[in-house]
């Protein structure tokens, strides 16, 4: 049998930990001010919680953490299911002291989570859409730069290998002069 350390972080203080830190991303506030929250909250330094949250958590809520910056940066809340697609995570944590009798409601439970999550991943794929299509979309007018400055700069070749070719007919001409005369002279 395994032993557990005592100072172990539980799921549901990772869970108070995710809330708050996406409450205070969507709110505008730091996340340092959320790690002091929950410090408050758990009896635990902010520092634990920073690490809590940047080593494990942060890569478990993504997309909620895109979520939550888009609506900060829109100033006001877009869907007020972040707080519900939340609890419901909550909710779904299964309890080991519960017995198995609750199969109806565990199931309920699951469809929900799996409607969160199915919400979640078409929310990040709509957002990786959007990053992708406006990054093709610079690329071509990078693209289009390009081609023009090589159009000109091949023009200004053109132009300079012209006006070369003039001048070394006209010195080759002199050259002939100088030797005509040269010749004639003597």
Known sequence: M???????????????????????????STQLAAFEEVGDRLSRTSAACGFRWNSTIRKKYES???LAKKQRSKGKRLFQ??????????????????????????????????????????????????????EFKELQEENKRLKNTLEQIEQEKKVMEDDYRTLLSIMERARKLTTFETTTET
């Open 64 to 66: 909620a953490i895109l």
């Open 81 to 134: 299911t972040t707080e519900y697609d939340m609890e419901p995570t909550i909710e779904l944590q299964p309890q080991l002291s519960e017995e198995k009798a609750q199969g109806e409601s565990e199931e309920e439970e699951l469809l929900t989570m799996k409607k969160v999550v199915s919400f979640l991943n078409d929310f990040a794929q709509k957002s990786e859409d959007r990053v992708s299509l406006a």
């Open 2 to 28: 395994s032993t557990v350390r005592q100072d172990a972080w539980s799921t549901d203080e990772d869970l108070i930990l995710a809330e708050v830190v996406l409450r205070h991303i969507r709110e505008g």
